[in-house]
């Protein structure tokens, strides 16, 4: 990686500090290394063999751009069928937060690299995460070993521990042990709320919020927080 590089610039300025290895960068997942529309989109086309409605308006649907929530295609194409939107919604929730169907998700492209990278420069890789472990822990590692996303015993992931728990509650959680893992350098989420949440807990560390998708009602994002793009992983890779 390049002297110059952001992640680098910033590690330095925390040494200057006074701040030491261990170096953490710390991930989301979904949404922000991984792109889950091609899970989402497997899913949908799974459900137009199994629910009439959703056939009889399948040609309407725009499944050009991306959505968080299953319905959005179908909102966006003027329908207001609730209980279509009902069945969906049950058939999406059976399968979106399961092993099986993770290995449709795509990682933004650089990512992989990015975290090489990152890797290779000395950081530690922490993936904090809106998955559970029950549900979801093996095949995330299995699709990233898949697309080569480092996911080995040095890479740390934090699972919730079940799948009622809230995200960002979860995410709150974790934020003490973050802190005795190492000096959290670089952090970036793709809800605004976690980005909030990291800014507050880590001043210090290069916040970055992604602009994919966020859930409805996004928080409004704090000051100082870095807005970027998914190209932020090929412009920093
Ligand atoms: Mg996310």
Same mark, same amino acid.
């Given at each position: 990686?390049? %002297?110059?590089?952001?992640?680098?610039?910033?590690? @330095?300025?925390?040494?200057?500090l006074g701040f030491s290895a261990p170096w953490l960068a710390?991930? /989301?997942?979904? =949404? *922000?290394?991984?792109?889950? *529309?091609?899970? &989402?989109?497997? %899913?949908?086309?799974?459900?137009?063999?199994? %629910?009439p409605g959703l056939? +009889?308006?399948? !040609?309407?649907? !725009?499944l050009s751009r991306p959505f968080w929530d299953i319905g959005e295609p179908l909102r966006r194409a003027g329908i207001e069928d609730r209980g279509l939107f009902e069945e969906l919604r049950a058939f999406w929730t059976?399968?979106?937060?399961?092993?099986?169907?993770?290995?449709? !998700?795509?990682?933004?492209?650089?990512?992989?690299?990015?975290?090489?990278?990152?890797?290779? /420069?000395?950081? *530690? $890789? +922490?993936?904090? *995460?809106?998955?559970? =472990?029950?549900?979801?822990?093996?095949?995330t590692r299995r699709s990233f070993l898949e697309y080569g996303l480092p996911a080995g015993p040095e890479e740390i992931f934090f699972f919730k521990p079940d799948f009622a728990m809230e995200d960002e509650a979860f995410k709150a959680s974790?934020? !003490?042990? $973050?802190?005795? @893992?190492?000096? $959290?350098?670089?952090?970036?989420? &793709?809800?605004?709320?976690? =980005? &909030? $949440?990291?800014?507050? +807990?880590?001043?210090?560390?290069?916040a970055v919020w992604l602009d994919t998708v966020t859930s409805p009602l996004p928080a409004t994002l704090d000051a100082g927080i870095e807005r970027r793009g998914p190209d932020i992983f090929r412009s920093w890779s």
């Open positions: 990686m390049n %002297i110059d590089h952001p992640v680098l610039r910033h590690r @330095r300025q925390l040494e200057g710390l991930f /989301d997942i979904d =949404s *922000t290394l991984m792109d889950t *529309t091609p899970r &989402n989109l497997a %899913i949908l086309a799974a459900a137009r063999g199994r %629910i056939d +009889a308006c399948w !040609d309407r649907l !725009d059976e399968r979106f937060f399961t092993d099986e169907w993770l290995i449709h !998700d795509r990682p933004y492209p650089g990512a992989a690299e990015l975290l090489a990278d990152l890797k290779n /420069d000395g950081f *530690t $890789l +922490a993936y904090l *995460t809106g998955r559970h =472990s029950p549900g979801m822990e093996v095949g974790v934020c !003490d042990e $973050l802190g005795r @893992r190492g000096t $959290l350098v670089v952090a970036i989420d &793709n809800e605004p709320a976690n =980005s &909030n $949440l990291f800014h507050r +807990a880590f001043p210090r560390a290069l």
